[in-house]
């Protein structure tokens, strides 16, 4: 994380707006970094101390709960988190498994099973699309 803010000293970025750190035993833990434009706060950075095997969902505590209470303390309106970093792991030798797709039926009581087949497979091909050679078997 410090090799990365350093980075964006270097560029001329100096401003963030909030950070959020998790600590233990007067270490921390984890860190996520933010800065505000406008109405909304943006999360940049997400780092942790992955050596540790804690079960404290820092990362959804410091990029999803504090950052909501931090934005309506302030009058933000808006919470966007950060672009998708996929080809960035990629371009590393990274394997995508994507895990999760949602689907939302509007003007449905319930999930309708032709949508989601439709939506699933369309998101699949997309990945096959821009993922080609990087997907997990699965």
């Known amino acids: 994380m410090e090799r990365i803010l350093a980075g964006q000293r270097k560029a001329g970025v100096s ?12 270490e921390i833990t984890g860190l996520a970094v933010f800065y ?7 999360l940049r950075y997400f780092g942790a101390d992955y050596s540790r095997d804690l079960k ?6 410091l990029c999803y709960y504090e950052p909501l ?10 919470l966007r988190l950060s672009t998708s970093s996929l080809r960035a ?6 394997k995508i498994e994507p895990q999760a797709i ?9 999930i309708c099973d032709s949508d989601v087949k439709r939506h699933n497979l369309r998101m699949i091909r997309q990945y096959q699309n821009q993922f080609a050679g990087h997907l997990c078997s699965e």
């Open 15 to 26: 401003q963030f707006g909030a950070a959020a750190i998790s600590e233990r035993n007067n």
């Open 36 to 42: 505000r434009f406008g109405t909304a706060l943006h």
């Open 56 to 61: 404290d969902y820092r990362y959804f505590v």
């Open 69 to 78: 209470d931090y934005a309506a303390a302030r009058g933000l309106t808006t």
């Open 89 to 94: 792991k990629v371009n590393r030798g990274a």
């Open 102 to 110: 949602v689907i939302k039926c509007v003007g449905e009581q319930h």
